[in-house]
């Protein structure tokens, strides 16, 4: 009875999309032809007679009803073949104990063996000259693992023997054919996998897990880590049933590739974050529920193990590709490597599903402040934002989300003019109240913890500022424009550029809340504010308040009034006029008192114009609040005020503009006639 060579079948690759195997050898036949276009690569190893062993083998091998050989390799392609010569499938028999022949492979388990061994020869998707190869090239094959490349004298490939086994040499190169190109060599090569079995004895029935099968296969060993450290060992090593889509180290190295500097390997994946990122995308891999052998691939959506996430079987050709979230689809290069928990293939690209396509994106996105930098028309505003000084670059180039209004140059250039001949430039900002200044100006400019792309706006929508004012929004004919504080919008001219903490909408003016235009244009304040702001008039103030009869309310009101405001020295002197009974205003502290002292302030005002002195004329008379006239009398540029004693109030304050009147600073306390009498009874 024949030793079984040990081999587990779940390192098998059945081969299923895309194998290849051709041509000729020969120190036996010097007759193969250098090029024919017109056969394909099985039928230029039939017409050999030096590859009869090759064309023997496939057929023996295809006798399992799950393998095609033939058919695959009579197939588009392109492939690149390493073709044993009949005196190499010799001497790997010799090798073997209990195969005498090919027909010696009669069982499915041995027929999976060989289709192993071919598939091992079988390079899919490139026909390589031999001038296309390099010294130490690694080469990856359809039945997953490398094979080397050795130039000397002659051309060698090195299969997975020890060094002390000879490489198989090249003895015909670059044998043309329809669908691909054969180089003759005089050795079998042998895989890993294969060696593993002829090392382990008696062949096992019992299948290892999917795990097993990654830990397994030389070719991948980057898939292997990255189950290890996403902690899917476990899950993977479970009942199932799985169907994995597995990737090979090559697909891993291109991703990392493609992710930049900041991942060299899987190592780089240290963050909670990342190492999610990593098992989502792993489980975008994975079909649970369902061992989906070769034969049972058909086109359309697949649900994986990644919830809500699906990849699509595409038909290409005689065979299937797999469509993921980009635009770039994965080829399988085997199949079929059966698990006691499933099945998996090998693939040739990292599967991305829109998560992982997202944080590539934001990889390759600028942050905010980088996107200014990077736009030439967005210049003034990183300068402001560095002029400033209060580290809003830094925050602008944080995690974000943020939403920035960015103005033009030409919007800074508009508010530079408009803040008048001080300031020329940016630079002008240089004291620590103008930056304070700037700093408003430009977190008016900022959304925090969103990012509101134009589709997220809507009409008459207000959002809260950084700076803490909204901004409004309104829409016309689709264009969005954004409204401040002052009379005129800004108009949003490039939306929607995204970064990769936030998204920037380009506008045409900078935008100013009102805390900015009361700095730039103080508000004119009413005649109590003004009396409150000029040191000289607070027994004025205080008199108002004392009377305790809504004079206060009714000055703050509307207007147009009219006020002769007797500054403090003027309260004095009235108080020294009253005796020792009144020495502060708080002793007018009887109603009747309160009631005089009414009297007397609603005599200093005129209701319903805002007279200027430049409009009073000699002996004009002035009805009063309080209904007693007062007299304006003019000498050249002094004006004097006559009230109803014996001595005129000089003005000399006039024209102190209030937003609802005037004032004019008076040096005495008027008095009426009312305020005399009570004052001085008149005898009778």
Same mark, same amino acid.
């Given at each position: 009875?024949?030793?079984m060579i040990?081999?587990?079948?779940?390192?098998?690759?059945a081969?299923?999309?895309?194998?290849?195997?051709?041509?000729?050898d020969?120190?036996?036949?010097?007759?193969?032809?250098?090029?024919?276009?017109?056969?394909?690569?099985?039928?230029? %190893?039939?017409?050999?007679?030096?590859?009869?062993?090759?064309?023997?083998?496939?057929?023996?091998?295809?006798e399992?009803?799950?393998?095609?050989?033939?058919?695959?390799?009579?197939?588009?392609?392109?492939?690149?073949?390493?073709?044993?010569t009949?005196? %190499?499938?010799?001497?790997?028999?010799?090798a073997?104990?209990?195969?005498?022949?090919?027909?010696?492979?009669?069982?499915?388990e041995?027929?999976?063996?060989l289709?192993?061994?071919?598939?091992?020869?079988?390079?899919?998707?490139i026909?390589?000259?031999?001038?296309?190869?390099?010294?130490?090239?690694?080469?990856t094959t359809?039945?997953?693992?490398?094979?080397?490349?050795m130039?000397?004298?002659d $051309?060698?490939?090195?299969?997975?023997?020890?060094?002390?086994?000879?490489?198989a040499k090249?003895?015909?190169?670059?044998v043309?054919?329809?669908?691909?190109?054969?180089?003759?060599?005089d050795?079998?090569?042998?895989?890993?996998?294969?060696?593993?079995a002829?090392?382990?004895?008696?062949?096992?029935?019992?299948?290892? !897990?999917?795990?097993?099968?990654?830990?397994?296969?030389?070719?991948?060993?980057?898939?292997?880590?990255? #189950?290890?450290?996403?902690?899917?060992a476990?899950?993977?090593?479970?009942?199932?049933?799985? !169907?994995?889509?597995?990737?090979?180290?090559?697909?891993f190295v291109a991703?990392?590739?493609?992710?930049?500097?900041?991942?060299?390997?899987?190592d780089?994946? +240290?963050?909670e974050?990342?190492?999610?990122?990593?098992? =989502?995308?792993?489980?975008?891999?994975? /079909?649970?529920?369902?061992?989906?052998k070769? &034969?049972?691939?058909?086109?359309?959506?697949?649900?994986?193990?990644?919830?809500?996430?699906?990849?699509?079987?595409?038909?290409?050709?005689?065979?299937?590709?797999?469509?993921?979230?980009?635009?770039?689809? &994965?080829?399988?290069?085997?199949?079929?490597?059966?698990?006691?928990?499933?099945?998996?293939?090998?693939?040739?690209?990292?599967?991305?599903?829109?998560?992982?396509?997202?944080?590539?994106?934001?990889?390759?996105?600028?942050?905010?402040?980088?996107?200014?930098?990077?736009?030439?028309?967005?210049?003034?505003?990183?300068?402001?934002?560095?002029q400033a000084?209060?580290?809003?670059v830094?925050?602008l180039?944080? %995690?974000?989300?943020?939403?920035?209004?960015?103005?033009t140059n030409?919007?800074? #250039?508009?508010?530079?003019?408009?803040?008048? *001949?001080?300031?020329?430039?940016?630079?002008?900002f240089?004291? =620590?109240?103008?930056?304070?200044?700037? $700093?408003?100006?430009?977190?008016y400019?900022?959304?925090?913890?969103?990012? &509101?792309?134009?589709?997220?706006?809507? *009409?008459?929508?207000?959002?809260?500022?950084?700076?803490?004012?909204? #901004?409004?929004?309104?829409?016309?004919?689709?264009?969005?424009? /954004?409204?401040?504080?002052?009379?005129?919008?800004?108009?949003?001219v490039?939306?929607?550029?995204?970064g990769s903490?936030?998204?920037?909408?380009?506008i045409?003016k900078v935008?100013?809340?009102?805390?900015?235009?009361?700095?730039?244009?103080?508000?004119?304040?009413?005649?109590?504010?003004?009396?409150?702001?000029?040191?000289?008039?607070?027994?004025?103030?205080?008199?108002?308040?004392?009377?305790?009869?809504?004079?206060?309310?009714?000055?703050?009101?509307?207007g147009?009034?009219?006020?002769?405001?007797p500054?403090?020295?003027a309260?004095?002197?009235?108080l020294d006029?009253l005796g020792?009974?009144?020495?502060?205003?708080? +002793?007018?502290?009887?109603? &009747?008192e309160?009631?005089?002292?009414?009297?007397?302030?609603?005599?200093h005002?005129?209701?319903?114009?805002?007279?200027?002195s430049?409009?009073?004329?000699?002996?004009?008379?002035?009805?009063?609040?309080?209904?007693?006239?007062?007299? %304006?009398?003019?000498?050249?540029?002094?004006?004097?005020?006559?009230?109803?004693?014996?001595?005129?109030?000089?003005?000399?304050?006039?024209?102190?503009?209030?937003?609802?009147? /005037?004032?004019?600073?008076?040096?005495?306390?008027?008095?009426?006639?009312?305020?005399?009498?009570?004052?001085?009874?008149?005898?009778?």
């Amino acid at each position: 009875m024949k030793k079984m060579i040990r081999f587990k079948s779940m390192l098998v690759l059945a081969l299923a999309s895309v194998f290849s195997l051709s041509c000729d050898d020969d120190n036996e036949d010097d007759n193969l032809v250098a090029k024919n276009d017109a056969i394909n690569i099985v039928e230029t %190893a039939q017409g050999q007679d030096a590859l009869s062993s090759l064309v023997a083998a496939l057929s023996k091998a295809d006798e399992k009803d799950d393998i095609d050989l033939i058919g695959t390799l009579s197939g588009e392609g392109p492939f690149t073949v390493f073709a044993p010569t009949n005196e %190499a499938f010799t001497s790997l028999l010799e090798a073997l104990d209990g195969f005498d022949s090919l027909d010696d492979f009669d069982t499915d388990e041995e027929r999976d063996i060989l289709a192993t061994i071919l598939s091992y020869h079988v390079v899919s998707g490139i026909a390589a000259e031999s001038s296309d190869l390099s010294d130490g090239q690694t080469i990856t094959t359809v039945q997953g693992e490398d094979v080397t490349v050795m130039l000397g004298d002659d $051309v060698k490939i090195k299969d997975k023997q020890g060094e002390d086994v000879d490489a198989a040499k090249v003895v015909i190169p670059d044998v043309g054919a329809s669908n691909g190109i054969v180089h003759v060599i005089d050795k079998v090569l042998l895989p890993q996998a294969i060696i593993d079995a002829l090392n382990g004895g008696e062949m096992e029935n019992e299948l290892g !897990t999917l795990v097993d099968v990654v830990v397994a296969t030389e070719a991948l060993s980057v898939l292997e880590a990255a #189950v290890i450290k996403a902690g899917l060992a476990e899950t993977l090593s479970s009942d199932g049933p799985f !169907t994995v889509l597995a990737p090979t180290d090559n697909a891993f190295v291109a991703l990392l590739g493609v992710l930049g500097d900041d991942y060299n390997s899987l190592d780089d994946f +240290d963050e909670e974050a990342e190492i999610a990122l990593l098992k =989502d995308i792993l489980l975008y891999h994975v /079909i649970a529920g369902a061992e989906v052998k070769e &034969a049972d691939l058909a086109e359309g959506p697949v649900p994986t193990a990644f919830v809500d996430n699906s990849i699509e079987i595409i038909a290409s050709g005689d065979t299937f590709v797999i469509g993921d979230a980009s635009d770039v689809n &994965a080829n399988i290069t085997g199949t079929d490597i059966m698990a006691s928990n499933g099945v998996a293939h090998t693939i040739d690209k990292v599967l991305l599903p829109q998560s992982a396509i997202d944080f590539v994106t934001a990889l390759n996105m600028k942050t905010i402040v980088e996107l200014a930098v990077a736009t030439d028309d967005l210049s003034l505003l990183v300068e402001a934002l560095i002029q400033a000084d209060a580290g809003l670059v830094e925050t602008l180039g944080g %995690a974000g989300p943020f939403t920035v209004f960015a103005p033009t140059n030409h919007a800074f #250039v508009a508010l530079l003019e408009l803040l008048g *001949d001080d300031y020329h430039s940016l630079a002008d900002f240089d004291t =620590d109240e103008e930056k304070a200044l700037l $700093v408003k100006v430009l977190t008016y400019h900022v959304v925090a913890g969103t990012k &509101a792309l134009s589709t997220d706006l809507s *009409d008459g929508q207000m959002i809260e500022t950084f700076q803490g004012e909204n #901004v409004g929004i309104s829409i016309k004919d689709g264009i969005v424009h /954004i409204d401040d504080a002052t009379e005129d919008n800004a108009t949003v001219v490039l939306p929607d550029v995204e970064g990769s903490n936030g998204v920037v909408h380009v506008i045409n003016k900078v935008l100013l809340p009102q805390e900015v235009l009361d700095i730039l244009n103080p508000p004119t304040p009413n005649i109590v504010q003004l009396a409150q702001s000029v040191d000289d008039l607070s027994l004025l103030v205080e008199a108002l308040i004392q009377a305790d009869a809504g004079l206060v309310d009714v000055l703050s009101g509307e207007g147009p009034f009219t006020v002769f405001a007797p500054t403090n020295k003027a309260f004095a002197d009235l108080l020294d006029a009253l005796g020792d009974d009144y020495h502060s205003l708080a +002793d007018f502290d009887t109603q &009747a008192e309160k009631d005089l002292l009414a009297t007397v302030l609603t005599y200093h005002v005129v209701s319903g114009a805002a007279v200027e002195s430049s409009t009073l004329t000699n002996h004009q008379e002035i009805v009063t609040f309080q209904g007693e006239s007062l007299f %304006a009398i003019v000498h050249g540029h002094d004006i004097d005020i006559r009230d109803k004693t014996d001595t005129d109030a000089n003005v000399i304050g006039p024209d102190q503009m209030a937003s609802n009147g /005037i004032v004019h600073l008076i040096d005495k306390v008027l008095l009426p006639q009312e305020v005399l009498d009570a004052l001085n009874p008149p005898s009778h």
